[in-house]
């Protein structure tokens, strides 16, 4: 029989260490026959996990994973919970689920679990981030899911996830990037250092000239970081927004369909800024607020 220990990713193996979380601890008509550490469940009645911070998930690895399963099976269970009669949702394993599907296999050892929507978010991110398979812009949004939806402050999630807290705060200060970047960084076109040293420009537009810069001429991190010589006074340094300012960011954004940044420094002054690409966008949005 598989240990837990030895079965499960370490961060999520300490997460589900407790056993209330443990279907096989309950005892119960509906769940005696699922009594063993691991029981084998019908494919098609697993879902994927909606609290997955994965956004990608690379085709030639998910192939050479599918290759591997048909020749082997699958060697590490995924963890589900139940959600309803015959019914279950995937908490972590999901690139394993993904691949079993592409290689047509009909059952899939599973441990299962108890958890709440908090305690899925929690599991799947931490046991994601514990196996170090995300890209950074994944990481800054797993972070920012964590602040937002579980209520956790920058310290609190310094704890709980072993990071320092300026760790996290760099990781988080990304998503601040434009779009652009943050796609470049998603797809490795640049590296954490470069946008980094982006980080540090006055404003968007001059972020997206160094940002164009660093591709055309393949720029190092060490140029990337030179570029930027203006020093800048105490109080006009840029300011992390927090997590309410970053959610009413994305909100407006999202109901004005364009690219909104609130920019503020150490005195509280700054900026919202509404961006547009043509005269039908700008309409759009001046529409938006007449109503």
């Known amino acids: 029989m598989v240990s837990k ?3 499960l990713g370490k961060g999520l193996g300490a997460l589900l260490e407790n056993a209330k979380t443990d279907i096989t601890s309950k005892p119960s008509n509906e769940t005696n026959a699922q009594a063993g550490l691991i029981s084998r469940i019908n494919i098609d009645s697993i879902t994927p996990n909606p609290f997955q911070p994965r956004i990608d998930f690379e085709k030639e690895s998910l192939l050479e994973l599918t290759d591997s399963i048909k020749e082997h099976g ?6 589900v919970r139940k959600i309803g009669r015959d019914n279950f949702q995937i908490i972590s394993g999901e690139r394993r689920y993904q691949a079993c599907k592409i290689a ?3 059952e899939l050892p599973c441990y299962i679990r108890i958890a709440n929507d908090q305690e899925m978010l929690e599991m ?5 981030i514990q196996r170090k398979n995300l890209n950074a812009i994944e990481i800054g949004l797993s972070y920012q899911r964590l602040i937002d939806e579980c209520n956790l402050t920058h310290e609190q999630l310094s704890i709980k996830l072993s990071k320092n807290r300026s760790t996290i705060s760099n990781f988080l200060r990304l998503l601040n990037l434009p ?3 943050q796609k470049a960084l998603r797809d490795s076109k640049i590296t954490m250092g470069h946008a980094r040293a982006l ?3 006055n404003s968007e537009a001059e972020i997206l000239s160094g940002f164009k810069k660093i591709i055309s001429e393949s720029l190092s991190v060490r140029d990337a970081e030179k570029m930027n010589h203006k020093k800048k006074l105490p109080n006009e340094e840029k300011v992390i927004l927090n997590r309410y300012e970053l959610r009413m960011q994305n909100n407006i954004s ?3 369909k364009s690219d909104v940044k609130i920019k ?3 005195n509280g002054k700054g900026q919202l800024v509404i961006s547009f690409k043509n005269q039908d966008q700008l309409n759009e949005i001046l529409d938006n607020f007449d109503q």
């Open 124 to 128: 799947a991110i931490v046991e994601n």
């Open 199 to 201: 980080l540090s420009f």
């Open 254 to 256: 999202f109901q004005l």
């Open 264 to 266: 503020k420094n150490t």
């Open 5 to 7: 220990k030895n079965a």
């Open 74 to 79: 699958v060697i590490q269970p995924i963890t």
């Open 179 to 181: 779009i652009e970047v």
């Open 104 to 106: 047509k296999i009909i």
